[in-house]
């Protein structure tokens, strides 16, 4: 039972860390543009990987399924000391999925992110014009 427990915390730490990369990373950067590119168009197809490739909790279960599917793969080969059933491992991608998007929620910074925000300087809030003015001439 442990280590079924310790499996599922490895493979939502793995969905985690494969969710995060591909929408933080610059590796991933021409495929999430070339997705966005689909916004406009009316093809079923490409509307279908535009939500699987744009939304996060989407592709946190088919990643899941595929982690499990290979979890599952390398017990059944010998290569791990779990062997899951396939319908064991289809009953626990929600699971997963869950788990490491809970992970992703409440780890901060992401594992790889490019798109932080800068820091505002004092010369950006000198030209603010919410601020009061404390000219004295």
């Known amino acids: 039972m442990i280590d079924l427990l310790l499996l599922l915390a490895l ?3 793995l969905n985690w860390a494969v969710i995060d990369i591909y929408f933080y990373s610059i590796v991933f950067e021409r495929m999430r543009q070339y997705g966005e590119r689909w916004e406009q168009s009316h093809g079923y197809l490409q509307q279908c990987f535009r939500y699987l490739l744009g939304c996060p909790f989407c592709l946190a ?4 399924a595929a982690i499990l599917v290979l979890f599952s793969l390398f017990g059944h080969l010998g290569y791990s000391p779990v062997t899951l059933h396939p319908a064991l491992a289809a009953l626990l991608i929600p699971a997963v999925a869950r788990a490491s998007l809970w992970i992703r929620d409440y780890s901060f910074p992401p594992l790889t992110n490019t798109y932080a925000p ?3 300087t004092a010369a ?3 030209n603010s014009s919410d601020l009061p003015n404390t000219d004295s001439r």
Not at 61 to 64: C, F, G, L, M, Y
């Open 118 to 120: 800068e820091k505002e």
């Open 11 to 13: 493979a939502s730490v």
């Open 124 to 126: 950006d809030n000198e």
């Open 61 to 64: 279960h088919w990643t899941a």
